[in-house]
């Protein structure tokens, strides 16, 4: 009786303690089931400019995208684009965060505006590359997975001018 109250208790907080200690990973707003950070691998390259691009995460409200530059000179900057919708308006507003002082080393990417944890990985599962970001929330650790899209789109007239430093004669 003993032994099998023993491994019930034992069975009991193994269940428990995995429980809590899991990672929640998400991709597109939804909850990657079954999916853990062995699931992902570092995505390095040996110019950084590799990983100038779109990254898309989130859905719907909830949305947003990242898009990475890196100059010629190999100067590095960041822009968070999303919607937010205004009652006052009535109608959803477009929002953009600059950052830069953007420094990216090995397959990590930091900025002093940031505040974010992020890493460039693949998803092996689906052979997808993207951006790994992680955060706490209710003292709950979790993951958001934004996949590449694809090259920079830069809305505007003069797009260019988002992506690349200008000379004076320009």
Known sequence: MKKVITTSICIMVLLFTS???????????????GVTLKDFRKDTVSDISKYKGEYHFGESEAESTLKIIVTPAGKIYAQLYW?????????????????????????????????????FVIYTKENVRGILESYTENGKKSYEFGNYVGALSMPGKYPEMSIREITKEE
């Open 83 to 119: 919607s937010e919708y205004s009652d006052k308006k009535n109608k959803w507003d477009l929002i953009v965060e600059n950052y830069n002082n953007v420094k990216i080393s090995g397959n990590k990417i930091t900025s002093s505006g940031f505040g974010m944890d992020a890493e």
């Open 19 to 33: 429980a809590f200690s899991a990672e929640e990973i998400y991709w597109g707003g939804e909850d990657l089931e």
